[in-house]
């Protein structure tokens, strides 16, 4: 029985395993031990999948998948799973729409995130807009995708749209940046009455005081509706003489005012050290873009990129993730003030 419950649906069907016995991780939180769920090559003409994102629904699960061609231009693909392990994706990209009904591709589009508001779902991406920027569409029968407005101005990534209206207004997690391998980055919320003009910007969180989100951070997956407040997956980098390493860091949100962070935990949730994690297209990427979680019994799945190459999972529960991330929180002022200036 939780202490902490998750504000969502039942999802008894939902991928879960136990945590191994003999783990010693510090975070309550444990790889799928089949990972990674996607390999190479999944289907003809896609070289790899990873920075996916996915939704239950009737039962089963669908998603957006990142896929890079090969041609090595990124382009997101959908997907049906029983189990949401075993994913069948399409062999054609998501066809577009703008609201006329007419093709409207975007010329790359990569990292989606997929989210349920209301009784539409909307996948967010980045993809070109004169630059790097977020484009979304929605979708309620998962074969129309219509185009919705560019929500940003370029060059903006990471942005991912909470689950529910809050105070009335639609609410987007984004993250500000440059038209390049960005070096810097803070996670940004902006509020909008109708998905179409968005506006009333705030700071959420700035890159951590800890070397491994010393770099930049950016939003991962929706965040979870909890007793506790918005319980947040991100990713945080560290820049190296090698490279920058991406790690899965957790925080809890003001439920009615995202903009200040309640609890932002000190230490990471999850680094790369497997082999899929650590060797790739991208070396040393853990890059979370969705979970799927059960009301009932506070299970969580966490969905990630590894190494740009795969997508991998992750499993924790409610009670232990939040306990974890409170016990460990450090937050500093541009974290719990509201965010304006
Ligand atoms: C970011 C994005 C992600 C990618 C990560 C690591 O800037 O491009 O898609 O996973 O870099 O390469």
């Known amino acids: 029985m939780s202490n902490v419950k998750i504000i969502g649906s039942s999802v008894p069907n939902m991928p879960w395993q136990d945590r191994p016995a003999n783990d010693n991780h510090d975070a309550p ?6 990972n990674p769920v996607i390999g190479r090559n999944p289907v ?8 996916s994102a996915v939704v239950p629904v009737d039962g089963k699960f669908v998603g957006v998948f990142r896929a890079e061609q090969v041609n090595g231009i990124p382009y997101i693909y959908f997907g049906r799973s029983e189990d949401g392990i075993n994913w069948d ?7 577009f729409v703008d609201k006329d009904g007419n093709p409207a591709m975007p010329i790359y589009a990569y990292d989606p995130r997929f989210v349920k508001v209301d009784d539409t779902y909307y996948a967010i991406w980045c993809q070109d807009f004169y630059g790097a920027a977020i484009g ?5 029968d998962f074969k129309t995708f219509t185009r919705i407005e560019n929500p940003f101005l370029p060059f903006n990534r990471n942005a991912v749209l909470f689950p529910r209206k809050i105070n009335g207004k639609f609410m987007m997690l984004s993250r500000p940046s440059d038209s390049g391998h960005t070096p810097f980055g803070d996670i940004f919320v902006s509020e909008s009455p109708d998905m179409e003009y968005w506006g009333h910007h705030r700071h959420v969180m700035g890159k951590g005081s800890e070397w491994w989100e010393s770099l930049k951070i950016g939003g991962g997956a929706a965040p979870i509706e909890t007793s506790e407040g918005w319980l947040l997956f991100y990713h945080g980098v560290a820049g190296t003489c090698n ?17 200040i962070v309640k609890y932002r935990c000190e230490n990471y949730l999850l680094t790369p050290e497997e082999w899929y994690e650590e060797r790739g297209f991208v070396p040393n990427v853990a890059f979370p873009c969705a979970t799927i979680c059960d009301a009932d019994t506070g299970r969580i799945a966490i969905y990630y990129g590894a190494a740009d190459s795969y997508v991998a999972m992750a499993f924790t529960n409610i009670d232990d993730i939040v306990a974890y991330i409170k016990d460990h929180s450090k937050t500093n002022t541009t974290d719990t003030e509201i965010g304006i200036r």
């Open 89 to 95: 994706i399409d062999e054609e990209k998501i066809p």
């Open 136 to 140: 979304m569409a929605k979708t309620t």
């Open 44 to 51: 003809k003409g896609i070289a790899r999948i990873f920075n």
């Open 243 to 259: 490279g920058y390493v991406y790690s899965i860091g957790g925080a809890i949100l003001d439920i009615d005012n995202p903009s």
């Open 29 to 34: 939180i444990w790889r799928y031990t089949n």
